[in-house]
T-cell receptor
Framework: DAKTTQPPSMDCAEGRAANLPCNHS???????VYWYRQIHSQGPQYIIHGLKNNETNEMASLIITEDRKSSTLILPHATLRDTAVYYCIVRASGTYKYIFGTGTRLKVLA | SAVISQKPSRDICQRGTSLTIQCQVD?????MFWYRQQPGQSLTLIAT?????????ESGFVIDKFPISRPNLTFSTLTVSNMSPEDSSIYLC?????????????FGPGTRLTVT
């Protein structure tokens, strides 16, 4: 079973920040949180991952709560090309398997 | 990162036949994975294919239906055997090229299979 819970869909205005939440209340201390997105049934694209600290790269920021039970992916200036299904995945350290949940379908509106 | 290609990109097959999907990576990787994505659904892991060992299948997937080969560190194949319309899905391979405790997977573009 998926270890994460995400809202099924969200809308965001173009140019605004998109904040995508993820609940992983059963996460263990050595489990990483990964974010991917899938556009038009293409292969999922890696976005970012983290363990405890907040992370930022050229695509997005990942904010992980202090208790690690939830996280938020932030796309700072959403564009129409960011319309996709976003998956939050928890992977246990020492294992390689991803268990995909149902994801959030983000629609960026012009 | 890694660049992954898959062949074919799509195919339409008749029930009862088999299709072999190829996955090629631009670098040597130990860990390779095969996923299935049924229409409108999320991804489901079929098996893990490490070079030099037998593939490890997830619950609900068996070797007779989805035989996998992993002849070297840059290539793998997945065969969908004795196909039925329920096998119509996108099949994706992925690799985990990193080292250490945290590493991401990179996915191929997928093979869209329609069984009639």
């Amino acid at each position: 079973d998926a270890k994460t819970t995400q809202p099924p869909s969200m809308d965001c205005a173009e140019g605004r920040a998109a904040n995508l939440p993820c609940n992983h209340s059963t996460i263990s201390g050595n489990e990483y949180v990964y974010w991917y997105r899938q556009i038009h049934s293409q292969g999922p694209q890696y976005i970012i991952h983290g363990l405890k600290n907040n992370e930022t790269n050229e695509m997005a920021s990942l904010i992980i709560t202090e208790d690690r039970k939830s996280s938020t992916l932030i796309l700072p200036h959403a564009t129409l090309r960011d319309t996709a299904v976003y998956y939050c995945i928890v992977r246990a350290s020492g294992t390689y398997k991803y268990i995909f949940g149902t994801g959030t379908r983000l629609k960026v509106l012009a | 990162s890694a660049v992954i290609s898959q062949k074919p990109s799509r195919d339409i097959c008749q029930r009862g036949t088999s299709l072999t999907i190829q996955c090629q990576v631009d670098s040597q990787v130990t860990m390779m994975f095969w996923y299935r994505q049924q229409p409108g659904q999320s991804l489901t892991l079929i098996a893990t294919a490490n070079q030099g060992s037998e593939a490890t299948y997830e619950s609900g997937f068996v070797i007779d239906k989805f035989p996998i080969s992993r002849p070297n560190l840059t290539f793998s194949t997945l065969t969908v055997s004795n196909m039925s319309p329920e096998d119509s899905s996108i099949y994706l391979c992925s690799v985990a090229p990193g080292q250490g405790a945290s590493y991401e997977q990179y996915f191929g573009p997928g093979t869209r299979l329609t069984v009639t």
